[in-house]
């Protein structure tokens, strides 16, 4: 079958997801030895995870509206070009602060070059396709996972972690060309007028509390400027909340939550995100820290997650068509949550075989529960609204993540204190595991709050 532009455009969003994915992949692994080489400690290296992921929560409400202004290969390839330019100011930073800026420089493009990819790709598929279509986007995307813990290991034990950053040049020209020769610039005929009073109270709302948040157990941040942080941000989000309600075209849409599929996909894959996203910051640091592992064998045991997701993507078609989206998220959630918590059973003295089988096992739960997540949420969106719509749920997944790694690094440092630690050692990481764990689980009444035949078109399911 001759490879037409509709069916290469899925692959094409794949090269950004992919460098997006083995990215943060990647870096998790490198954590302990980025944080020795800049003279930091592994948990305030959170810092440069959030801040990434902050960037994208504050940039990624207007890429939406960009690319229908000036259109989506034009936002598409800027993205690149910003992404790849940041990965090169991480590879030289030589301290937490150049380190964390250049993150969100990073964060910056990653903003435009996921949602306005997704975007193009709901535009271009019919909605009873959509499922087998994003289950296609993603499993190429997912190479990037699968290769980032034992590629970023590698590279950090036998050569410097610097270059685990070089390696997005390559692949951002490679994906620059793609986009120049087969995706259509497309925008809208009559774009929305640009919210910037919106934008700006969208993006302190989320600075001040994602950011107040991390930094409110960060030593060199005074704890006033937490607390300020803290309260520009909530004053921020109640402002937005009272301004979005009288604005015609909001740039972060709440009316969406009235519906029932996308208040599941969305606030219920925030909390299970939150879980979710904390693992892949606390499992590297129990490997290398806690059992003296080296980056790269750490790396060859984590790897198991993605290459579980990976093998599950295949099956979630068939999987929602038999027991449909509700059931499915339901009982799926509880099952991954189950396997996260199983992390806190993890010793020194725990055979390597069963900590991949438990991180396999848990990459297929939590692989068939983002992919559901992801698609339900666009299940009742009219036309009109899918632009607002992607650049919400875009927002919501990249706070998760990062809410995510905040809860755990502090989870951990209060075992820490509990304990009376002054190093972190293997003993605080099952605690956080634990919690994290909770957190993902209480996702389910979420889930199970949705209409019984939520989907059934996408599903491919008769309605009942």
């Not at 293997?426 to 939520?454: E, G, N, Q």
Request: glycine fraction near 8%.
């Amino acid at each position: 079958m001759p490879l037409t532009r509709e069916r290469l455009v899925p692959y094409i969003v794949a090269v950004a997801l992919f460098m997006e994915n083995m990215d943060s992949t990647v870096i998790a692994t490198a954590l302990p030895a980025i944080a020795a080489d800049i003279g930091t400690s592994p948990i305030e290296l959170k810092l440069a995870i959030t801040s990434y992921l902050l960037a994208l929560a504050i940039f990624i409400p207007m890429s939406g509206w960009m690319a229908d202004r000036f259109g989506a290969r034009t936002i598409f390839r800027s993205a690149i070009l910003v992404f790849v330019a940041g990965s090169i100011l991480c590879a030289i930073s030589g301290a937490l602060s150049h380190f964390v800026l250049a993150r969100f420089l990073q964060g910056m493009g990653g903003a435009m070059m996921s949602p306005v990819g997704r975007l193009v790709l709901i535009r271009s598929v019919d909605k009873s396709k959509l499922v087998d279509a994003m289950a296609l986007v993603t499993m190429p995307a997912l190479i990037g996972p699968l290769l980032g813990p034992p590629l970023g290991g590698f590279i950090t034990t036998f050569a410097s972690w610097h270059w685990i950053f070089i390696i997005n040049v390559p692949i951002g020209i490679v994906g620059f060309a793609l986009v120049t020769r087969f995706v259509e610039n497309v925008k809208s005929d009559v774009p929305e007028p640009f919210d910037f009073t919106g934008m700006t109270l969208v993006a302190l709302g989320i600075g001040g509390l994602a950011f107040g948040c991390t930094v409110l157990t960060v030593k060199f941040v005074p704890f006033a400027v937490s607390i300020m942080l803290l309260v520009v941000g909530t004053a921020a989000t109640f402002a937005y909340v009272l301004y979005a309600r009288r604005t015609a075209s909001p740039v972060i849409d709440l009316s969406l939550f009235a519906l029932p599929t996308f208040r599941a996909g969305v606030a219920g894959g925030f909390v299970f995100r939150v879980g979710a996203g904390a693992l892949p910051f606390l499992l590297p640091l129990l490997l290398q820290i806690g059992f003296g592992m080296t980056p790269f064998e750490s790396g060859m045991v984590t790897f198991a997650t993605a290459f579980g997701a990976m093998v599950m993507k295949a099956l979630v078609p068939r999987v929602l068509r038999r027991f449909g989206f509700r059931l499915t998220m339901t009982v799926n959630a509880l099952l991954a949550a189950t396997t996260i918590g199983a992390c806190a059973l993890f010793r020194p003295g725990t055979p390597v075989w069963a900590m991949i089988s438990v991180l396999l096992v848990g990459g297929l739960f939590r692989s068939l529960q983002f992919t559901s997540v992801n698609t339900i949420a666009f299940a009742d969106v009219e036309p009109r609204r899918m632009s607002r719509a992607t650049s919400l749920a875009s927002v919501s997944q990249q706070l998760s993540v990062s809410t995510g790694v905040t809860v755990g690094a502090l989870a951990l440092e209060t075992v820490m204190a509990v304990r009376g630690d002054a190093d972190l050692s293997a003993a605080a990481f099952p605690p956080a595991f634990m919690v994290i764990a909770l957190i993902s689980a209480s996702a389910t009444v979420l889930f199970a709050l949705m209409p019984k035949d939520a989907g059934a078109e996408m599903a491919q399911r008769k309605k009942s």
